[in-house]
């Protein structure tokens, strides 16, 4: 149900049904907004990881060595900051882009280790998608990747927007050219 500016409520219809229309939603662990921003994901996902960094300070008060830290950050941590990465990453903002990171400098000094950038991540996540898209030749995607004459380089997609240059083919693209 939609309600206008006079409270009359708007009835939206599918196949008979009354559809009740929500802001957002969680598909598969990620949260969908109406307006296609990524900020409802991107707070859930950071609210997230702080509870776990809980337990990873608590690890290293109980003076694990660092291996073991390392190892429970990539299970605990990052498996949850580098979910769907590469469908919502692209289009996240700077802000955004910046309290990821600020949560893997946290557990950076933690484990006191290097860690690798989410970007970083998102990066490779991107590239080995791509990679798995242009080997299989049944995937519904893969003939938006074709080659150049030159047979080196990929055809770039056609982007008007900057939402759509973020997203994840033409950064696909983008990145299997740059290899």
């Given at each position: 149900?939609?309600?206008?500016g006079?409270?009359?409520?708007?009835?939206?219809?599918?196949?008979?049904?009354?559809?009740?229309?929500?802001?957002?939603?969680?598909?598969?662990?990620?949260?969908?907004?109406?307006?296609?921003?990524?900020?409802?994901?991107?707070?859930?996902?950071?609210?997230?990881?702080?509870?776990?960094?809980?337990?990873?300070?608590?690890?290293?008060?109980?003076?694990?060595?660092?291996?073991?830290?390392?190892n429970?950050?990539?299970?605990?941590?990052?498996s949850?900051?580098?979910?769907?990465?590469?469908?919502?990453?692209?289009?996240c903002?700077?802000?955004?882009?910046k309290?990821?990171?600020?949560v893997?400098?946290?557990?950076?000094?933690?484990?006191?280790?290097?860690?690798?950038?989410?970007?970083?991540?998102?990066?490779?996540?991107?590239?080995?998608?791509?990679r798995?898209?242009?080997?299989d030749?049944?995937?519904?995607?893969?003939?938006?990747?074709?080659?150049?004459?030159?047979?080196?380089?990929?055809?770039?997609?056609?982007?008007?927007?900057?939402?759509?240059?973020?997203?994840?083919?033409?950064?696909?693209v983008?990145?299997?050219?740059?290899?």
């Open positions: 149900m939609i309600t206008t006079t409270q009359d409520p708007i009835y939206i219809y599918i196949n008979g049904m009354a559809v009740e229309r929500v802001s957002s939603f969680k598909f598969l662990g990620t949260h969908i907004s109406e307006d296609l921003s990524w900020t409802t994901n991107t707070s859930s996902i950071i609210k997230k990881a702080h509870q776990r960094l809980f337990f990873l300070r608590t690890l290293r008060k109980n003076q694990l060595s660092s291996a073991v830290l390392v429970f950050y990539r299970c605990a941590i990052e949850i900051l580098t979910n769907c990465v590469s469908v919502w990453y692209g289009s903002t700077i802000t955004e882009h309290a990821l990171q600020r893997v400098k946290t557990a950076q000094r933690i484990t006191r280790t290097t860690l690798p950038a989410i970007g970083d991540v998102q990066r490779k996540r991107c590239l080995h998608r791509a798995s898209i242009l080997k030749s049944s995937h519904p995607a893969h003939r938006l990747f074709s080659l150049l004459p030159s047979g080196r380089r990929y055809r770039t997609l056609r982007t008007r927007t900057s939402r759509l240059r973020n997203s994840f083919f033409p950064r696909a983008s990145l299997l050219n740059s290899c």
